[in-house]
């Protein structure tokens, strides 16, 4: 497992699929506070609006297998058939560029990473309501089959939120946007404050 350094902290992006977590956190982390996302893998296919190595890493059952095998992930999950994981070489080359990394995974997988890192770990729940999420996943061109096995889990998932270090409802993003951005650059003044308590010299 990758040990986190003194100033190192991970902003985890949860809630139920299609609730807006990728947008969200692309628009603040890595527009507006220029942080580094960390790209999961995947045995699932390709969907036609996603990019390779932009929205996932999309590897073969076998593939993913080899690399469960060689004790390559940090966690990893299996959703709907589907296997997902984060790797833990991905999390510590992206350390070496920046001190706070996010991403984006379901509520099993910010379960693991909380129980693994602590308070290092801060999670973000983003959610819309039942109705809103169809409708996104309609517009951006999901199949009904995929949609139904989403929902299947909205609840269990929506029931996720009261663990979280900070909740989020998604309707207007610029509003989102600004309140994740607010809320992280709380964490980012925290740990400076701490920096500079810490080199102060020690009063006689
Ligand atoms: N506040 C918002 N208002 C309107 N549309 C939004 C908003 N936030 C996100 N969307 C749109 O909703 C769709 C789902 O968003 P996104 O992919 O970010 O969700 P997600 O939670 O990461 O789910 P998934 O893992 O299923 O992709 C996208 O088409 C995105 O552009
Ligand atoms: N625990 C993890 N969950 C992940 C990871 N990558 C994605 N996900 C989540 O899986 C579901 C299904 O995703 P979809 O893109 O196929 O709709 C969704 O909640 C993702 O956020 C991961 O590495 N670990």
Redesign the pocket.
Known sequence: MYNLKEKELIFVFT??????????SKLVGENTLQMKGVISYTTRNRRPYETGGEDYHYISPGEFQASINNGEFLESVEVDGHFYGIKEKDIRETFEKKGCIYL?VNPEGADILKKLYGDKVIRFF?Y?DRNTVIN??K??GDTPAIIER?LAHYDEDMAYRVHCEHVFE????DH?AFEVTQTIENYFEKKLAEKKASSEPEKI
Do not use: I
Not at 15 to 24: C, E, I, L, N, Y
Not at 170 to 173: A, G, S
């Open positions: 809630g139920p699929d299609g609730s807006g977590r990728k947008t969200v984006v983003v819309a996104r996943q517009e951006r989403h998604n309707y207007k993003l989102t």
